[in-house]
């Protein structure tokens, strides 16, 4: 029930797809701030969201408002609540600029910022990044990125809350039958994620046909317009297990995985697959974009390699099945460095410290008691 001494988040994102990263991190942060006994409202310009998930979030005390809903409007207003956006474009500046100079929040950038980037970004977003509200970046990159064009913003890095205290304890830890099932001489290295051109999916499909990786089956979780491409050059080597959802538990992708690959070309922040792959103590290979490098708590490990190069892609993975075969990777340390920095114990900490540090700032300024 809400009251006048209630603490209050308001969150606001243009679009909620049926799955997706930001859209894991955004569901997870509203159940958990809900659960830590604040009123929460979420307010969605377009949801995919199936009713399911919105019942989910109901059930977690979070309030799930769509345009052009009077309680999407009414979420928007509250100024006494904390302002919590995420987009990218004109949206996120005019609900700021309706929300009042005084409103306490902070702008959620969940990309790169790179150079390449913002040359696509509109000229009210462009300012708004320069001149706007304080900033919460994804990753350390993502924050240089910024501050090489805006000196002066205040941006705190904040981790993606990638699963819920009660989600890690129900899945990550579960006995749960892999759908990358072992084969004899065979390694099972996996991409998760979107299934989309700009995420090196043609690198993969010619390195399966590499002879230094004959001994390679390739698993695809997800979903997207390089299935059919998939599909159509397929074979024992080459599997597509299909889409997921978040009812699928991270076992069932991750458990019979040997090491992950994200071989993007794409300016990425802080990607989900990477950090779940940590959560289960596996290695990786990725390219050097946006924030991956921070993610790589071991040089033998986790390889991080220039984008779009297919030899420097299949040197990797022979790097990393000489790590695999030796029994040289590192499993116990990559999962104490998930969960000091990663773990939803960890990423939860600093999301409310965040947000309790602002809602004082509330009081001090004497916000909604006038």
């Known amino acids: 029930m809400t009251g006048p001494n209630r603490k209050q988040l308001?969150?606001?994102?243009?679009?909620?797809?049926?799955?997706?990263?930001?859209?894991?991190?955004l569901l997870n942060i509203s159940k958990t701030v809900a659960t830590h006994g604040w009123d929460v409202d979420f307010c969605v310009k377009y949801s995919e969201l199936p009713r399911e998930v919105i019942a989910g979030l109901s059930e977690a005390g979070v309030r799930y408002h769509t345009f052009p809903q009077s309680s999407f409007f009414a979420g928007i207003l509250n100024r006494r609540s904390v302002?919590?956006?995420?987009?990218?474009g004109n949206t996120s500046p005019l609900i700021w600029s309706v929300a009042?100079?005084?409103?306490?929040?902070f702008h959620h950038c969940h990309t790169a910022c790179s150079a390449q980037e913002t040359e696509s970004w509109v000229p009210r977003y462009k300012k708004f990044i320069s001149a706007g509200p304080p900033l919460a970046a994804c990753s350390q990159a993502t924050?240089?990125?910024?501050?090489?064009?805006?000196?002066?913003?205040?941006?705190?890095?904040?981790?993606?809350?990638?699963t819920t205290v009660v989600d890690a304890i129900g899945s990550v830890h579960r006995d749960t039958r892999a759908k990358a099932e072992r084969q004899t001489g065979k390694w099972n290295f996996g991409f998760v994620g979107r299934l989309d051109a700009s995420k090196g999916i043609d690198v993969i499909i010619k390195a399966s046909r590499h002879e230094a990786c004959a001994d390679v089956n390739?698993?695809?979780f997800g979903d997207g317009p390089e299935v059919e491409k998939i599909r159509s050059v397929g074979g024992a080597n080459l599997v597509w297990h299909g889409a997921f959802d978040r009812s699928t538990p991270l076992a069932e992708i991750y458990g019979g995985l040997d090491a992950v690959v994200l071989p993007s070309l794409h300016t990425e922040?802080?990607?989900?697959?990477?950090i779940e792959a940590l959560s289960f103590g596996k290695p990786w290979i990725a390219s050097n974009q946006g924030g991956i490098a921070e993610l790589a708590c071991s040089a033998g490990d986790h390889l991080v390699i220039g984008p779009g190069d297919m030899q420097l892609f299949v040197d990797a993975v022979v790097n990393l099945k000489k790590r695999l075969d030796a029994g040289e990777v590192e499993r116990d340390e990559i999962r104490a460095?998930?969960?000091?920095?990663?773990s939803p114990e960890a990423v939860t900490a600093r999301w409310m410290q965040l947000l309790e540090r602002l809602w004082s700032d509330y009081a001090l300024s004497g916000i909604g008691s006038d």
């Not at 302002?83 to 990218?88: D, P």
């Not at 705190?156 to 990638?162: D, H, I, N, Q, R």
């Not at 922040?269 to 990477?274: K, Y």
């Open 10 to 25: 308001c969150i606001y994102s243009p679009w909620m797809t049926s799955m997706g990263g930001i859209e894991t991190h």
């Open 143 to 162: 924050k240089a990125n910024i501050l090489t064009g805006s000196p002066d913003r205040e941006v705190t890095v904040m981790p993606y809350l990638t």
């Open 269 to 274: 922040g802080s990607p989900l697959c990477l």
């Open 337 to 342: 460095f998930y969960l000091a920095n990663y």
């Open 218 to 220: 390739w698993h695809f």
């Open 83 to 88: 302002l919590y956006t995420n987009s990218q």
């Open 100 to 105: 009042g100079r005084r409103r306490k929040g």
